[in-house]
């Protein structure tokens, strides 16, 4: 039901090139569901910010990449394109020590059906480990770094990496 299409809203489709993964464990053949989030927020401030927060106890030392498929609209159209930035934070706690990556979004238009519309390559995030890690490498190789303020690195295509605190891969 999230692919049905309403005049002049966007449907929810699979984002380009994702494949969702078979279940071999069902005597039915069926795909295992992607996950995705939706959040909606109205009258947002400038600077301010609305999170989701989820919680894992895991090492992140084993993986190399994140990517994650970024989606916006603006129902009424007074949202354009990067006035709105999406980001994500990795570290033992959000407001002390952690990692975040952002990204200026790109806006959908109405009545965009087609996969690559819905879900500009602007707005992925694919990031890999070692970026975070050197980004806080060369914070830490600056010197008379205060470990309270947010470090951020390079911004390549608006794109960039903060680092505050003393964030560790190995205990997220």
């Given at each position: ?12 489709v ?9 279940d071999?464990?069902?005597?039915n ?13 109205e ?23 994140l ?77 008379n770094?205060?470990r ?13 990496i ?11």
């Open positions: 039901e999230n692919g049905e299409v309403d005049a002049g809203t966007i449907p929810y699979v984002p380009p090139g994702v494949e969702r993964q078979r071999y464990s069902s005597a053949n069926r795909r295992q569901n992607e996950q995705s989030l939706q959040l909606c927020v009258n947002l401030r400038d600077s301010f910010t609305k999170a989701v927060y989820k919680n894992v106890s895991q090492d992140m030392l084993i993986y190399k990449r990517k994650m498929f970024v989606h916006a609209n603006s129902p009424d159209g007074s949202t354009k394109d990067d006035e709105m930035k999406a980001f994500i934070r990795i570290g033992t706690d959000y407001t002390q020590n952690y990692y975040e990556y952002s990204v200026p979004l790109k806006v959908t238009k109405a009545g965009a059906l087609d996969p690559t519309d819905i879900w500009p390559s602007e707005n992925e995030i694919d990031v890999a480990f070692a970026d975070f890690v050197n980004v806080k490498a060369a914070r830490n190789a600056a010197g770094w205060d309270r303020l947010p470090f951020r690195g390079p911004v390549v295509d608006g794109k960039f903060t680092v505050v605190g003393n964030p560790d891969f190995s205990n997220v």
